[in-house]
């Protein structure tokens, strides 16, 4: 059996797109399996794809911090050690690199085996392609799934052809649901409690990427007032804050629900039940695409068209603004209450207008 290792380790988003690539793999090619070099906040999503034998969790994030202090601090520490003792572990097939970044080629070099990745004219850090044996070109102005695609198509030697988009994901994460009798409860609550159940993710690392406070709110009362549910996840204290507001400003209180904090496994079980989800710019929207939910995802600041949820039933709602995308994680532009000001023509009621065609 082939066995080929991936090096892709961050972020939620980045780890998401390559996982089409895993199936394309799988379909063309047959035999064949895959270790993961992930890091270790993310290191539950590459266990969820069936083509997937060992998830190798990595710290570089954790690390960087360290090194600040002393260079040679994380390379002395037994987490790496026993980190490097994994990916040394046998002589791999292939050695991809999906990530194209000098972090990631750098441990292409701890790997035992050919070495891919892309060429300088195709990579982010232009300097990554020096450390593969066979750099690809790959086209730049193309969905980051559709470049992972590729990548692994030519390291690996078939064809794209028609080989349909498939996370291969979904259903694992299915029979997990079927298999936990508190998962199952959960959802037929849910559902006894209105026609529908739709997933509010609120949550995002950039200032500017929120959504207005108020559109959510007035969201809120359009979704309950057709009879429909809300789910709240939160991730931190700010988000659980928000959530509650949410909850507490809805004239229809009792068909929103905050829900417990959850891990990654958690969320996406229960993001498995729910009909649609309406989402800014988040790695979690990304996980709902996976998962073939319908999906309305809201883009202010940044775009949808290389980096924007991927894949069927997929709407993107995108700022019509002079200066939108701008790209800035920070806006102080405001008007008629609404900052940043970009959102102010993705207003409640074309999500919501969104929101039933899709589910329709």
Known sequence: MKTVLIIKTSSLGDVIHTLPALTDARKALGDIQFDWLVEENFAEIPAWHPAVRKVIPVAIRRWRKQIFKTFFSVAKTSEWQHCKQQIQQQHYDSVIDAQGLLKSAVLTRFAQGETYGLDKQSAREPIAAYFYKYPQSIAREQHAVARVRQLFAKCLGYELDDLPLDYGIKAGITEKINNTADAAESQAEAQSESSRTLLF???????????????????????????????????????????????????????????????????????????????????????????????????????????????????????DYDCAPCFNKQCSKTKNNINPECYTDITPQRVMTSLNSILK
């Open 201 to 319: 993710l609120h949550g995002t690392t950039w200032y500017s990427k929120h959504w207005p406070e108020q559109y959510w709110f007035e969201l809120a009362d359009q979704v309950t007032a057709q009879g429909d549910t809300i789910l709240l996840p939160w991730g931190n204290k700010l988000e659980y804050q928000r959530a509650l507001k949410i909850k507490q400003q809805c004239t229809n209180e009792q068909q929103v629900f905050v829900l417990d904090k959850m891990d990654l496994n958690q969320l996406v079980q229960k993001m498995m039940t729910v009909d649609a989800v309406v989402a800014v710019d988040t790695g979690l929207a990304h996980l709902a695409a996976a998962l073939d939910k319908p999906t309305v995802a809201l883009y202010g600041p940044t775009s949808p068209g290389l980096t924007g949820t991927y894949g069927n039933h997929q709407i993107h709602l995108q700022a």
